[in-house]
């Protein structure tokens, strides 16, 4: 298995936290598994780029109470839920570590999540949609009491999607056969017969990294449907440009969050143009609330203008929110937590999390969480954005 060990931030100075007994490391250590590596990593670099980026900017302005910050175990699972348990394991063992990421997908993290119930370290999660990751006995339920989430859920995304969407009378939905496929394509397709009981939704599922999904796409043509929706990964969602284009497919096409992303880009070259999504809406408002501004120039003075920033130096991808953004986010929230609990006691950290209020996330403007509510992305939060090609250049513009 291919693992890697991360470390960020040095030694730091005596400890300073009220409360926080002499024996316990200087260091404040977190940790995480994301798929760094293989074919899904834009996801997994990308939340680990954000970690450090939050990691450093703290550190630079003196830790927590004087106290540094580190990524102390940073593990690769290539999002194989298998992988993702193993590692897991491995950083609970390190009793040093005090607050968690979740992995960079839904497969691996409803793999973990009892684990981490049971222990009882505070996690929080950047990109898993599928609710029962929150909420594993029903949305009316109490939440996992550790977990928390600022990930765009598909509860949230189907809402969005179906509004968007209920212009057609017939729609089809292309959905990867995963939870995070199955769960979002039920809630589009109940949210759409809602909204519009005389809709016709003709679904199909496709399996991760398939290399052809014309049968689908011609059981999609022969429903007659004015719109599609594709539910999955960018790579995957290329594959499925190229094959609309060889049937001649000119319908209406949406893309969900995990869909539109550099992979979907780069697969589908000039294809991609005129394809519509939603993602967060805090990349692509005019002007940008102050936190995402600070956090798209710290991006962009650390790594460039690269693949997950896109080519266009005024205009980020708004696959960077999604990604790198809540990966920063994840870690900011953890670190607010410790400060304002000044302990890094598991049950103290999670406690503190349960009265964050109004916390200035770059992903999302105001990110507040409740004993109740573990989710903080609402719906007000989401964007639908048009792929569109200027030059050589595609970019994304927010139209509601």
């Known amino acids: 298995m291919n693992i890697s060990r991360r470390t960020l931030g040095l030694g730091a100075t005596a400890l300073s936290l ?7 490391p200087a260091t404040i250590k977190f940790g995480f598994t994301a798929a760094l590596t293989g074919p899904f990593n834009e996801f997994g670099e990308g939340i680990n780029r954000g970690a450090q980026i939050a990691v450093e900017e703290c550190n630079k302005a003196g830790g927590i109470n004087g106290r540094m910050v580190a990524l102390a175990e940073v593990l690769d ?3 194989v839920p298998d992988r993702a348990v193993q590692n897991l394991r491995r950083i609970l063992d390190n009793r040093e570590i005090v607050g968690l990421m979740c992995p960079s997908g839904s497969g691996p993290t409803l793999a973990i999540a009892d684990m981490i119930q049971a ?24 939440p996992r009491p550790n977990l928390f989430s600022v990930s765009i859920s598909n509860t949230v995304e189907s809402e969005k999607l179906a509004a968007a969407l209920a212009q057609y009378s017939r729609v089809g939905i292309v959905h990867e056969s995963t939870g995070y496929g199955v769960t979002g394509a039920e809630l589009v397709r109940q949210e759409l017969v809602k909204r519009k009981p005389g809709m016709r939704v003709s679904v199909e599922s496709y399996n991760q990294r398939a290399q052809d999904m014309t049968a689908q796409l011609v059981r999609v043509q022969r429903a007659n449907a004015e719109a599609m929706l594709v539910i999955g990964l960018g790579a995957d969602f290329a594959v499925i ?7 001649n497919m000119n319908l209406a096409l949406f893309g969900a969050a995990g869909a539109v992303t550099m992979p979907y880009i780069e697969g589908a070259g000039d294809l991609v143009a005129g394809t519509r999504a939603v993602n967060h809406a805090a990349f692509g408002r005019r002007p940008m609330h102050a936190a995402a501004a600070k956090f798209v120039d710290l991006y962009r003075a650390k790594f460039g203008t690269d693949r997950w920033y896109g080519q266009d130096a005024a205009n980020p991808l708004i696959s960077l ?13 953890l670190i607010d937590a410790i400060r304002r609990a000044g302990s890094t006691n598991a049950a ?12 200035a996330g770059a992903t999302i403007e105001k990110i507040s969480f409740t004993p109740q509510n573990h989710v903080a992305l609402k719906l007000e939060d989401l964007g639908t954005y048009e792929m569109l090609k200027r030059g050589d250049r595609v970019v994304l513009e927010l139209r509601d």
């Open 18 to 24: 009220p409360g926080l007994v002499q024996a316990q």
């Open 77 to 79: 699972d290539q999002l």
């Open 119 to 142: 222990d009882g370290r505070p996690i929080i999660n950047p990109q898993a949609q599928t609710p029962t990751i929150v909420y594993p006995n029903g949305l009316d339920k109490p």
């Open 241 to 247: 440009r190229r094959n609309m284009s060889r049937l």
């Open 321 to 333: 929110a999604a990604t790198v953004g809540s990966g920063y986010d994840c870690i900011n929230l």
């Open 348 to 359: 103290e950290i999670v406690r503190a999390l349960d009265q964050t209020r109004d916390f």
